[in-house]
């Protein structure tokens, strides 16, 4: 089964094709589909900017199509960024180094023990049929004082997870997959693929 992932955004189509690799679907991305138009991300969830990403594709397409809404919420600054973490810093660039040097900023005065964060995962999945599904992950950690690490993408290199000394930008993909939102929200979509659609 084809499925087209609702994004261009070379990291994260890089990452989903690695964690979803043993699965018996081949992962198109859009920019195998250059007349489809960019959604506007306009709703105040994730679930919503997730849902509405995978239905516009999957019309667009006339395939299923995968979308993918996740974002960082910090304890110490009432959830934010959220729905805006990839415009945090600035709408226009979506620069991931602007936006975790404002969250750096932000939390400076703020002690190690009440840096508490979470990256949050929506997966939404659209048919042709009408029918639509969603899978959410969650992964818990804290925010570090500095950015550290060279993989990954978006706020990894100061995110620490839970029970690690190290950021997910420190990390292999394996390691990082085994413990982050999106590898969660993947897995869910993985056993439904399995269990509800035999594949």
Do not use: Q, W
């Amino acid at each position: 089964m084809e499925i087209v992932l609702a994004t261009r955004n070379k990291k994260k189509i890089e990452e989903i094709r690695r964690i979803t690799a043993d699965l018996p679907i081949t992962i198109l991305s859009l920019d195998d589909f250059p007349d489809c138009p960019e959604t506007v991300e306009d709703r105040d969830t994730f679930e919503g900017n997730a849902v509405k990403k995978a239905v516009e594709v999957c019309r667009c397409t006339g395939k299923p199509a995968l979308a993918d809404d996740s974002g960082l919420e910090v304890d110490a600054l009432n959830g934010a960024p959220g729905v805006y973490s990839a415009r945090y810093a600035d709408e226009g660039s979506k620069s991931d180094v602007k936006n975790y040097e404002k969250l750096l900023a932000e939390l400076k005065d703020i002690p190690a023990e009440k840096r508490g964060a979470r990256f949050v995962c929506c997966m939404a999945l659209a048919f042709p049929s009408g029918l639509k599904k969603t899978f959410f992950g969650y992964a818990k950690g804290c925010i570090g004082d500095a950015p550290k690490g060279k993989t990954g993408f978006g706020y990894d290199p100061v995110f620490i997870p839970e029970n690690k000394k190290i950021t997910f930008a420190e990390m292999t993909g394996g390691e990082k997959d085994s413990l982050s939102h999106r590898g969660k929200a993947l897995k869910k979509l993985a056993e439904f693929l399995h269990s509800d659609l035999h594949l």
